[in-house]
């Protein structure tokens, strides 16, 4: 080993601290991107198995096709394995997988197609798509796609901030490269040197960083899987995630790696190679003094005093490690506000999806009125259920000119047609809001459309202008059945109707409930909902299925409460990928803002040292880092947060197609990162000026 090498392994060994963060810091980059690959693997893993399950292991499958004729296919040479379903007329079809699968499948499936005058036949295209064959379907491609851009993400964030941990080793080797130049070292041993201590770190981080990428990931599929099970019971289907140990995630993460950690180290290697002998022993080479950039506002040696002034020179004169920091931090305020965004819109969709349930099970049924009354009555019978029955009779009726205003939800095409909805109310409630009706049935006109979200807010409409005495025709599926006349209107939906099944796109008419009865016991085309409150919707449904058995074709058993959490359970799902992944590029963050700020202090040692004797007292001294941990705060903040925002209302701009409902600022996310940020500058500040404990003025300044 030459000269130039063992003093870069003495130097990593002297610096244990900052060897260690570089290693931290690569190792969470290799773990984050064996992570996403991985759990791309994984992903497909499932996809294939639950394909081979439910559709079937081939690549090309012929159909109907004589037994000799598929006997012949079957011994073909491009096939691997092989199995027959019997087809029409003493037929089989022969389903078969490729042993070397490629982009020319579709070719060699008509070649032998043609060969045997086989005039059906099909190639499998999905499944060749998830095994890796790019054919017709794009599925695969798709995730190879959303995997390719978080590791762009990820390697662009390393690159900057591993970046910054070599250019602060190369900031504290400035000294030992001038001394090793005067002493005739070239700038290609120089270079090499830094290059050395990047191959040193990577030997070192890489297997590390896989290691944790898998354990990571086997954590991670390990909580998915239980957070799943619901899902999985609830559509009969398995989704259960293993790891794959597959040779791909581990190149792609070495290749990866090893390019982000020479990339990383180039620039710094380069300009330690350029520095003089001179400047690199007189350590010049980091502050730059231009009169113009350290000029200083007036109003800051107001606000702050002449420390606040000190501070502030201080940190232009040295602008690579104050940038570094700045970018470091500002990339982590705009992960955590962008994913922080993208969580709170799933979150949003499903709550605006079932929030409106305040219910467990929704049972909905169709026939006469007759059975309708029989099922409800089965039930009732349940027992540890609350019930409550809701009861209509759909039909079409024509509106008088005006009667809906433009913000009706329902504008029909075919004139002044409109669907009506016929709800029983009780008679001793009804009589209290209509007189004593003469002649004609009377009804009350629910006139609102209900809550719902357009143009991005929740909103609720008056939708018709009806005055008391209109006359509604009620035409069923078999023309005319009467009219009703509006007795009264009101704007609030009685709470025999849930409000999460209520129709707010028709015309909603309460009657007495005598008088529905009277009306609809022949029709056949009545509809009824029962929803229902219990402590187990399970077992509920379980025994409104045997119940209602007889009456299968007409019922329908929506399990609300275990819906409800299936979708909770996916958003969950969402926040441990979302905040591992912020969590873990977060980490890579911080290890280079410690980094960045402790050396930097441990480098200010002469300064710190001039400035004592000049007459500053320690409390000056802590005011004046105080002041710089708060500019790299602010300074990152003012970046950081509009991009954040900018990104997360892109998040709520592209989640419109699920739902709508209004943006909201991250009050909390801003919240959290102004804290964090200022907790850790403040933090390693304080940690890198206790670091330096009681400084000798004079041993200080003689270290030339």
């Known amino acids: 080993m030459n000269i130039m090498n063992t003093l870069t392994l003495r130097h990593l060994r002297l610096n244990k601290g900052r060897t260690l963060m570089t290693v931290l810091g690569i190792m969470l980059s290799v773990a984050m991107v064996c992570c996403v690959a991985g759990f791309v693997m994984s992903l497909r893993d499932v996809l294939i ?31 691997s394995s092989y199995y027959t379903k019997p087809g029409l007329e003493g037929t089989v079809s022969v389903y078969l997988r490729l042993a070397r699968p490629g982009r020319g499948a ?27 064959v790019f054919v017709q379907d794009g599925t695969m491609l798709a995730f190879v796609t959303i995997a390719a851009i978080a590791i762009a993400v990820i390697v662009i964030g390393s690159v900057v901030v591993i970046a910054n941990a070599f250019y602060i080793s190369s900031s504290e080797r400035v000294r030992q490269f001038g001394l090793l130049k005067s002493a005739g070292a070239t700038k290609g041993q120089i270079g090499r040197s830094v290059l050395f201590e990047a191959g040193v770190l990577a030997a070192v981080a890489i297997p590390a960083g896989i290691l944790l990428g898998f354990l ?93 002034t000190l501070a502030a020179k201080s940190l232009k004169r040295s602008r690579g490690k104050y940038r570094a920091t ?112 003469q002649g004609e049935i009377q009804g009350i006109l629910i006139n609102t459309t209900g809550p719902f979200t357009r143009g991005g807010k929740v909103r609720e409409y008056t939708p018709y202008r009806c005055g008391i005495g209109t006359k509604l025709p009620l035409l069923g599926a078999g023309g005319g059945i009467g009219s009703v006349v509006v007795g009264a209107v009101q704007s609030e939906i009685p709470d025999s109707i849930p409000s999460a099944v209520f129709p707010g796109n028709a015309v909603n008419i309460l009657v007495p409930e005598t008088a529905y009865r009277n009306m609809f016991a022949s029709s056949d085309y009545s509809n009824a909902e029962y929803a229902v409150t219990t402590a187990d919707p399970a077992a509920f449904c379980g025994s409104a299925e045997k119940l209602l058995a007889p009456y299968k074709q007409n019922v329908s058993i929506m399990n609300v409460a275990e819906q409800a959490r299936m979708n909770r359970n996916i958003t969950s799902v969402v926040m441990l990928f979302g905040y591992g992944f912020i969590a873990m590029l977060s980490l890579i963050a911080v290890t280079s803002v410690v980094a960045t700020i402790s050396t930097g202090m441990a480098l200010r040692r ?57 943006y909201q600022i991250p009050w909390d996310a801003i919240a959290i990162s102004a804290a964090a ?12 000026r206790r670091k330096l404990g009681n400084i000798s003025i004079v041993e200080a300044i003689r270290k030339i």
């Open 606 to 662: 002469r300064e710190f040292a001039a400035l004592y004797s000049a007459g500053m007292t320690p409390k000056g001294m802590n005011k004046m880092l105080h002041l710089e941990s708060l500019m790299y705060g602010l300074k990152s903040l003012l970046i950081g947060l509009p991009v954040g925002l900018a990104l997360s209302y892109l998040i709520y701009m592209a989640m419109g197609n699920v739902a709508v409902f209004a």
């Open 216 to 308: 990571v990931q086997a954590a991670a599929l390990g909580l998915t899987n239980g957070l799943l099970d619901g899902i999985s019971d609830l559509n009969s289907r398995s989704l259960t995630f293993r790891v794959v140990f597959s040779p791909v995630p581990i190149y792609v993460c070495v290749a990866i790696a090893s390019l982000t950690v020479l990339t990383s180290a180039w620039l710094p290697a380069r300009r330690a190679a350029e520095l003089s002998p001179v400047d690199a022993i007189r350590q010049t080479g980091d502050i730059k003094i231009r009169a113009k950039r350290l000029k200083t506002s007036r109003l800051t040696q107001k606000l702050f005093g002449f420390e606040g």
């Open 106 to 132: 579709a070719g060699v499936a008509e070649g032998i197609a043609q060969k045997y005058s086989v005039a059906s036949w099909d190639v499998n295209s999905q499944l060749l798509a998830l095994e890796g």
């Open 326 to 437: 700045v970018v470091s931090l500002t990339v982590s305020i705009v992960l955590f506000l962008s994913m922080s965004s993208f969580i709170w819109v799933m979150n949003k969709a499903i709550e605006m999806g079932y929030g409106g349930y305040n219910f467990d099970v929704l049972v909905y049924t169709g026939g006469d009125m007759s059975a309708l009354d029989k099922m409800g009555d089965l039930i009732g019978t349940i027992p540890n259920a609350q019930v409550q029955a809701i009861q209509w009779t759909p039909l079409q009726t024509t509106v008088p000119s005006g009667f809906a205003t433009e913000r009706a939800l329902e504008q029909p095409a075919n004139g002044d047609s409109y669907s009506l909805n016929v709800y029983p109310y009780p008679d001793d409630a009804f009589a209290k809001l209509v007189p004593a009706p």
């Open 49 to 79: 198995r639950e394909y081979k399950e439910n559709q079937g292991d081939y690549h090309v499958a012929y159909t109907d096709v004589a037994p000799d004729t598929a006997a012949k296919i079957e011994r073909e040479g491009v096939f």
């Open 677 to 688: 940020v200022m907790l850790l500058t403040f933090g390693t500040m304080r940690y890198g």
